[in-house]
């Protein structure tokens, strides 16, 4: 499965690997879509440079368009940019966009079908010491509800370069959601990437973990942990769609294990867990441990402590994995 | 209205006006609800807009040089319905289908839907920011189309009209022209007595806008607006159109109760009549 993946050949091994965040991830792969396609534009609302859009700022400014700390103006020319032919990226915070222009979202171009691609930077606990106001963990649940909008959570740089250039292959909305801190880059530019599909990072027969975003790196260090000390065989499934969720994947694995741990930095309510949760339900009912927000905003801190103190770490989600795997022998 | 003229283009748009306005009163008295008094209001500025200024084809509604009109103020719509069945863009009977199931005629406008319309509003303040977003890309892809925009009045309590406002401005946009429904009336009642917005001309101007009033049921005033706004080169134009809102049913102008209601069976009879004396 790592061969087919084209996975980095350190998957294991995290000091071996190099970091990025993923927003560089979008910043590199805009420029590359301003040389191949005249028809991508870019907007910011006051945060080019870290939303690493100045890139594309400056080799396309005719094409970059600042519209200042305003992001339901932001949104509504981006639909109107898309409505007459142009394929508008646009970046800002998540916490502003999409969460403080979901109407114009809603209306403006999910309702339309305008062809916009959203990008929220500085998603999850790991903004830091900014705080609970700038770390968006309600981002997934606010996008995932609106008709016509796929959602994305790239797991790593290489995910989120691909996820951007996929994006602006798709005919309708994309939002697409970022990380601000560098993190491990286990994919590398050969892995496949589609929108609307899984892939299954590690197989296991024991417990499937699900997750997406930066953290399901967390989760392979974790699976490996119980595969070595508790012969417990984990199946790590990255599911960097959010929507249309790839639900064969899904059903494939826990049709094996029956039994699930869905991890995210979100709120555990409307997020991915919830979505894999809908689908279990209807299809395969089976026991999950939600790991995420648990209803509370996060705070300031070093990225690191943060995921500990509000239990991201390998052995949380090993502990996680003990845990559903107990309430399946019962 | 300047009934005493025989210019024959504004005769022509008078008695357009007029069957717009008829239109607008047996749709919404067949449909049992909508909102009548703006739509009533802005019969005179869509007649000029669709049977004079706007370049467009309507058997080839997406045709890429098309001047854009963007109708932010969504519930306004049947007037927008009424002139886009006029002008062919849909056949005309099928107005009678406003507001039911499968209609394409929807409560507020949808783009994807019917033809002609360009961007989907109902929720207020959303369409001047689309209008400039289209205006850019007219500017990048050096296409001599304008974007206009239709406003009320009353979604200038709307934070992101502002931002529009604000952007546009400081771009200089002379291919965007917006237009203010002044009918001074919004929900809750007055506008000035709900969230005051005057002097209006003057923050249009303060934000950079070429500012051009006229009273909005006189189409030599209006149509020398639209004249005018064609020589400005480095400026977006705002037209404030002062408007009676209800225009053209005596018990209907200047009545906010008639903002969001819809005439009844009795009520459009005597409605029809009225305007049939015009």
């Known amino acids: 499965m790592t061969k087919a993946l084209f996975l980095s050949p350190h998957l294991y091994q995290p000091t071996l690997l190099s970091k990025k965040a993923t927003r560089d991830g979008y910043g590199d792969a805009l420029l590359e879509l301003g040389r191949t396609n005249p028809n991508v534009v870019a907007l910011t609302a006051d945060l080019s440079e870290s939303t690493r859009s100045n890139l594309f700022q400056e080799s396309f400014p005719n094409r970059f368009f600042e519209v200042g700390v305003a992001e339901q103006n932001l949104i509504g020319m981006a639909a109107g940019m898309a409505l007459n032919g142009k394929i508008p990226f646009v970046a800002s915070y998540a916490v502003f966009s999409p969460g403080r222009n979901w109407d114009q979202l809603r209306v403006s171009v999910c309702y339309s079908k305008a062809n916009v691609k959203i990008i929220g930077c500085h998603t999850g606990l790991t903004v830091g010491e900014d705080g609970a106001t700038h770390q968006a963990l309600e981002d997934i649940a606010i996008t995932r509800v609106l008709p016509n909008l796929t959602v994305i959570c790239p797991a790593d740089y290489w995910q989120a370069f691909q996820a951007v250039t996929a994006a602006a292959e798709h005919e309708g909305p994309v939002y697409i959601r970022l990380t601000r801190a560098a993190s491990q880059i286990f994919t590398t530019a050969r892995t496949p990437f589609a929108i609307g599909q899984a892939q299954v990072l590690r197989p296991g027969n024991d417990v499937t973990i699900i997750g997406c975003g930066p953290l399901i790196y967390e989760a392979l260090l974790a699976a490996e942990q119980l595969e070595k000390h508790s012969h417990l065989s984990v199946e790590v499934i990255n599911m960097p769609t959010i929507k249309p969720l790839d639900e064969r994947t899904l059903l494939n694995s826990v049709n094996k294990t029956h039994a699930v741990v869905t991890l995210e930095e979100h709120q555990v309510v409307g997020g991915l867990g919830s979505a894999v949760a809908e689908v279990l339900a209807e299809n395969l009912p089976t026991p999950i441990e939600f790991m995420g927000m648990h209803d509370s905003f996060g705070e300031s801190g070093k990225a690191n402590q943060l995921l500990t103190k509000y239990h991201f770490t390998a052995s949380h989600i090993m502990h996680a994995v003990r845990k559903v795997a107990a309430r399946k022998q019962k | ?278």
């Open chain 2, 1 to 278: 209205m300047d009934s005493a003229q025989v210019d024959p283009q504004i005769f022509q748009l008078q008695h357009r006006a007029l069957l717009i306005r008829q239109d607008i009163i047996k749709m919404l008295a067949h449909a049992h609800s909508g909102h009548t008094a703006g739509a009533m209001g802005m019969a005179d500025i869509f007649a000029a807009l669709y049977f004079s200024e706007l370049n467009y084809r309507s058997h080839q509604p997406r045709w890429s040089d098309r001047d854009r009109l963007l109708l932010s103020a969504g519930h306004i719509c049947p007037v927008l319905y009424a002139a886009l069945a006029q002008a062919g863009f849909f056949p005309h009977e099928e107005l009678q289908t406003l507001r039911q199931l499968g209609s394409r005629l929807q409560g507020h406008p949808s783009r994807t839907y019917l033809p002609g319309i360009e961007n989907s509003s109902g929720p207020l303040g959303q369409g001047l920011s689309q209008a400039i977003g289209m205006a850019l890309v007219a500017k990048l892809d050096q296409k001599n189309y304008r974007v206009f925009c239709v406003l009320s009045d009353g979604e200038h309590d709307e934070g992101q009209t502002w931002e529009a406002i604000l952007y546009a401005g400081q771009k200089k946009l002379s291919n965007l022209i917006a237009i203010v429904d002044r009918n001074r009336i919004q929900i809750d009642g007055f506008t000035e007595d709900v969230l005051p917005l005057e002097s209006l001309a003057d923050k249009y101007q303060a934000f950079g806008w070429h500012v051009l009033e006229v009273d909005g049921h006189h189409f030599s005033e209006i149509l020398t607006a639209f004249a005018a706004a064609k020589t400005i080169q480095d400026k977006p134009i705002v037209i404030i159109a002062h408007t009676i809102p209800g225009k053209g049913v005596s018990f209907m102008e200047n009545k906010p109760e008639w903002h969001g209601k819809p005439p009844t069976a009795e009520e459009a009879k005597q409605a029809l009549q009225e305007l049939n004396k015009l």
